[in-house]
Nanobody, 118 residues
């Protein structure tokens, strides 16, 4: 069984920075993508950024130029460096690991809260 453990959330002032981490444990095989999604109160879960095992990245327009996603394949860990945070970034951030082929595995973390407030 694969488990995803997120860390790094918390309270930060507008304009500040945070770094999220997500470590995957268990048997992971094949080409995959790791990513971050977020869900704000009263809103649907949305994509923030993803990165494949080949390090191809994709970002939501709202975070381009402010967030950077990276991964350490040897550690099965994905990171999200967030800068210039604003109140609209407040949400629960979820880590996801999924196979890149149809009907492959798909795992989610439990989420970590990010609050941007003065």
């Amino acid at each position: 069984q694969v488990q995803l453990v997120e860390s790094g959330g918390g309270l930060v002032q507008p304009g500040g920075s945070l770094r999220l981490s997500c470590a995957a444990s268990g048997r992971i095989f094949g080409s995959n993508a790791m990513g971050w999604y977020r869900q704000a109160p009263g809103k649907e879960r949305e994509l923030v950024a993803t990165i494949t095992s080949g390090t191809r990245t994709d970002y939501a327009d709202s975070v381009k130029g402010r967030f950077i996603i990276s991964r350490d394949n040897a550690k099965n860990t994905v990171y999200l460096q967030m800068t210039s945070l604003n109140s609209e970034d407040t949400a629960v951030y979820y880590c996801r690991l999924r196979a890149t082929w149809a009907y492959g595995y798909d795992y989610w973390g439990q989420g970590t809260q990010v609050n941007v407030s003065s």
